[in-house]
Antibody, heavy 123, light 108 residues
Framework: QMQLQESGPGLVEPSETLALTCNVSGGSISTSYYYWAWVRQPPGKGLEWIGS???????YNNPSLASRVTMSVDTSTNQFSLRLTSVTAADTAVYYC???????????????WGRGTMVIVSS | IVLPQSPGTLSVSPGARVTLSCRASQATNSRSIAWYQQKPGQAPRLLIH???TRATGIPDRFSGSGSGTDFTLTIDRLEPEDVAVYYC??????????FGQGTKLEIK
């Protein structure tokens, strides 16, 4: 049974870069059935999709964050990663990784989620 | 696309039927609509995709319907464990995934 687990620093200083990794266990990240997504949720607020990446490296991003976001996949370690540059307090949120059953045209939803990791941006 | 959900908060007795609404700001393909449940302190869980198809393992108390701009999540025979925030989601515009602001469901 596949599981996702986020990891990374819980505290990032303003203007620095937030870097998170999602470890995929119980199955291969190198599958044509899924993209792999990042979603965040500020405290007490709703969900915001950040972007999704295919195991071959193709991505699609939320335009509101695209200039600051880099996503990557490491098939040798079965992990995918998120980097968000020039962070501010507004980037404080729980960050989730998720399995994305879409193909760029149609979607069957984000059908498996990690537990999430809280990232606080503060000096 | 903007996805306002209504009501913002709902308080319902156990055993009741609940109807949650999601109204898209423009007509959308029903295949692009999904619903998620987020219990307190937990990650979201996919309930419905394609507006009406239950995700794997979701009990048949949960059902989705709708077309065009109006979509509905119905929960039959409400149980205390259904306390959660429910989000609708649309796929395919910019951004690719958009979420509604959520409906908070409470048990009386």
């Amino acid at each position: 049974q596949m599981q996702l687990q986020e990891s990374g620093p819980g505290l990032v200083e303003p203007s620095e870069t937030l870097a998170l990794t999602c470890n995929v266990s119980g199955g291969s990240i190198s599958t044509s059935y899924y993209y792999w997504a990042w979603v965040r949720q500020p405290p007490g607020k709703g969900l915001e999709w950040i972007g999704s990446i295919f195991y071959r490296g193709s991505t699609y991003n939320n335009p509101s964050l695209a200039s600051r976001v880099t996503m990557s996949v490491d098939t040798s370690t079965n992990q995918f990663s998120l980097r968000l540059t020039s962070v501010t307090a507004a980037d404080t949120a729980v960050y989730y990784c998720a399995r994305d059953r879409s193909d760029g045209y149609n979607s069957e939803g984000l059908n498996l989620w990690g537990r999430g990791t809280m990232v606080i941006v503060s000096s | 696309i903007v996805l306002p959900q209504s009501p913002g908060t709902l308080s319902v007795s156990p055993g009741a039927r609940v109807t949650l609404s999601c109204r898209a700001s423009q007509a959308t393909n029903s295949r692009s609509i999904a619903w998620y449940q987020q219990k307190p302190g937990q990650a979201p869980r996919l309930l419905i995709h394609g507006a009406s198809t239950r995700a794997t393992g979701i009990p048949d108390r949960f059902s989705g319907s709708g077309s065009g701009t109006d979509f509905t999540l119905t929960i039959d025979r409400l149980e205390p464990e259904d306390v959660a925030v429910y989000y609708c989601q649309q796929y395919g515009n910019s951004p690719m995934y958009s979420f509604g602001q959520g409906t908070k469901l409470e048990i009386k």
